[in-house]
Nanobody
Framework: QVQLVESGGGLVQAGESLRLSCAAS????????MGWFRQTPGKERDFVAT????????FYADSVKGRFTVSRDNARNTMWLQMNALQPEHTATYYC??????????????????WGRGTQVAVSS
């Protein structure tokens, strides 16, 4: 059973950066699509970015293109989300997710079967 654990969240001021980490354990994630989602209270869990574990191909939500970067280290089974120039609207709980049945970039949360517990990001103005 694959387990995902996020870390790296925190409180920052507008304009600052954060790097979130997602550590995978308990099984192989070769050929998985790994994703980042975010959620605020009372709202849907929104897609942020995804990366194919094998080839590294990545895909972003339009709202974060040019600001966020997803990357991975296969040997360490770790994925990162580098978030630059953060703004208050980026405040959310960020979740790491795994899609075992990868067939292309997956942007819907119900395409992912494995989830971490989330890490909170708060951006003050």
């Amino acid at each position: 059973q694959v387990q995902l654990v996020e870390s790296g969240g925190g409180l920052v001021q507008a304009g600052e950066s954060l790097r979130l980490s997602c550590a995978a354990s308990g099984g192989t994630i070769d050929n998985y699509g790994m994703g980042w989602f975010r959620q605020t209270p009372g709202k849907e869990r929104d897609f942020v970015a995804t990366i194919n574990w094998s080839c590294g191909a990545h895909f972003y939500a339009d709202s974060v293109k040019g600001r966020f970067t997803v990357s991975r280290d296969n040997a360490r089974n770790t994925m990162w989300l580098q978030m630059n120039a953060l703004q208050p609207e980026h405040t959310a709980t960020y979740y790491c997710a795994g899609n075992q049945d990868y067939s292309g970039p997956a942007k819907l949360h119900n395409q992912y079967g494995y989830w971490g517990r989330g890490t909170q990001v708060a951006v003050s103005s």
